[in-house]
């Protein structure tokens, strides 16, 4: 097995050229225009379906660092809240717009202008975007540092890490959850419930899509939804009930706990800060999981005129776009993205490239190490906690993920919004990156569930069907042999 060096950052999954590159321009001058400074070097790595990127710890809490100073400041984060409100305003009109068109009817250059327009706002988005994970990162070790002198047991500070950085704000998974028991009661009533599977349908249809792929849930879906929720939750109403009584107590006892820690005014302002990020993590994701389906729509459309397949498409670069309406596009060149491909940004420009240069340029960026000898047993930081014992499902892919059977234990690089179908059904959750603010440790939160992040080597180390427990107090996972 080949590990790297643990001064790395990895995340690693399922995912497609086109979207991500959007994401990479974003952070690099216009996040630079922005915010002062562009993010720190890093490394994409794509073979075949599955991307690694990479970027330097160091660096990573360095920029954190730098950010945080610059929003640890209330009124930033009221600039950045109504900046955001702003951009929204303007996805959901774009998004209408979008709506309204006849995609094959229109003439090539109003559909290169149409993939412009969410080519802008999807930089547009990401810029802040940009924020969030080393924010997340740099101000969770900062809160670590609190604790650490507060005079309390490692496993009292970890729960009050956990605490401190759980968000008090609602995620649209929790969200959606809610709208969905509103629904079961009028079924459970006996109400027609048509209309309002419709509805629910046209408001979080994407939810499922992810940078590999995207799809359209129908009412079917939500109808089956509706179906399993009455099955675990016979009273849904209480539920309701439930969560509205568990969000308040939340917010009681992370009050509470500020008051007894006496904290500075600069680690109050940092909680606070943490607490937005934790939840602007799930909102960023919100909206990146809509503009990616109206990017593929039009990729489809784009791709149909030329004879070349949607997922040709997405192995594209930006700029390649306007080459493809004016024929001179090489074809042979994606074809070779689609098996090894490598993109790095070095802080000031960009190398990429494919076949032989790729495979030597990342021996040379990530110097790779062996390590031969067998690990039955890994830690990772404990962000929601509990015992389960069960067989593993390692995977990268959302679209496996969602065949996880109730009972197993999902064992992925990270989580996103579209593992949440996998994430209801699964006994636990592990993850090789991620802190407490990752979407896995909110998720799991929300949803009861053990789960432990950061371990950086668990889907290297575990294979599906393993048997292993997940013990959710200690942070550590293990292969079970009986």
Known sequence: MKIKDEQWFEWERQATVHPLTICMEAWMEPTKNVYGRPWPPCVLIYKGDIISWHLKWPDLLEYG???????????????????LDSQVKYLENLFAEIDNLTLTELQNADLLETYKQIYDAFVRWFVPGALVEPIGHKGERLIQ????????????????????????????????????????????????????????????????????????????????????????????DIQIQKLASEASVLKSRKAELLKKLNSSEFDAN???????????QDYRKEYVMQILHYLDQILAEIGRRKNYTLKEMKYTLPE???????????????????????????????????GLW???????????????????????????????????????????????????????????????TAIKRAAAIVTNEGGILCHAAVVSREFDIPCIVGTRLATKVFKTGDLIEVDGELGVIRRVFE
């Not at 660092?65 to 900046?83: G, P, S």
């Not at 496993?155 to 079961?184: G, H, N, P, V, Y």
């Not at 940092?270 to 602007?280: G, N, S, V």
């Not at 306007?322 to 491909?341: A, C, G, Q, T, W």
């Open 358 to 420: 790729s495979l030597e340029k990342e021996k040379e960026l990530l110097k790779l190490s062996s390590h031969d000898a067998e690990i039955i047993e890994i830690k990772g930081m404990v962000a929601s906690k509990g015992y389960v014992k069960g067989k593993a499902r390692v995977t990268m892919s959302a679209e496996e993920a969602k065949t996880i059977q109730k009972g197993e234990i999902l064992i992925t690089s990270m989580t996103s919004p579209d593992f949440v």
């Open 270 to 280: 940092l909680i606070e800060l943490l607490d937005l990020f934790a939840w602007y």
């Open 145 to 236: 540092e609190v604790l650490s002198s507060s005079g309390k047991t490692e496993k009292q500070q970890k729960e009050m890490l956990c605490l401190l950085t759980t968000t008090t704000k609602e995620s649209f998974s929790k969200r959606e959850l809610k709208d969905l028991l509103e629904i079961a009661i009028r079924k459970k009533k006996g109400d027609e419930i048509d209309h309002l599977l419709e509805q629910h349908m046209k408001k979080y249809f994407w939810l499922h899509n992810n940078y590999f792929s995207t799809e359209v849930l129908d009412t079917k879906f939500f109808e089956n939804e509706v179906k399993l929720i009455l099955k675990k939750y016979p009273d849904p």
């Open 65 to 83: 660092k730098y950010l945080i100073d610059k929003f640890v400041e209330a009124n930033e984060r009221t600039k950045l809240l109504a900046e």
């Open 320 to 354: 390649e776009i306007p080459k493809i309406f004016e024929n001179s596009f090489d074809i042979d060149l994606v074809r070779e993205r689609m098996k090894h491909y490598l993109f790095y940004f070095d802080g000031k420009g960009i190398e990429q490239g494919v």
